[in-house]
């Protein structure tokens, strides 16, 4: 054996394993893609609903977007959805249930909720 240096079978079996490691963690960064992916369009789908319940606050209550049903609208590819209800009697408190939805992958639907309710006297 030469004590001088590595063998080349020695060369051979570290090549392998340190071959064998970097296609493990290589592996990782896909998946790590698409959970990045996956956070970014929820967090635009929470933003999207937050700004619709934000937008309802300014509104009188004689705005079109604020009658009495379901309405729609497509914002940057996400589809956004909500339904005005009447809360109580007198019919100054309205209940909006704000929804996004979109589409992500190979036509995996997802969506996001919230209930918002609004006093427009």
């Known amino acids: 054996m030469n004590k001088h240096g590595m063998s080349l079978v020695e060369l051979m ?6 071959s064998i490691t970097l296609l493990g963690i290589a592996a990782l960064f896909p998946r790590g893609m698409g959970h990045t992916t996956q956070s970014r369009l929820l967090t635009q789908a ?3 609903a ?3 319940s934000e937008e309802f606050e300014r509104m009188p209550a004689t705005h079109a977007d604020l009658t ?3 309405h729609q609208e ?4 996400f589809t956004r959805d909500w339904v005005i209800t009447n809360e109580n009697i007198t019919t100054k408190i309205k209940r909006a249930v704000i929804t996004v939805t979109w589409v992500a992958g190979a036509s995996t639907m997802n969506s996001i ?5 609004l006093y427009k006297p």
């Open 113 to 117: 909720g919230t209930t918002v309710f």
């Open 68 to 70: 009495l049903g379901a």
């Open 46 to 48: 929470t933003n999207l």
């Open 74 to 77: 497509t914002v940057d590819g």
């Open 50 to 52: 937050m700004e619709k």
């Open 13 to 18: 079996v570290s090549i392998t394993i340190l």
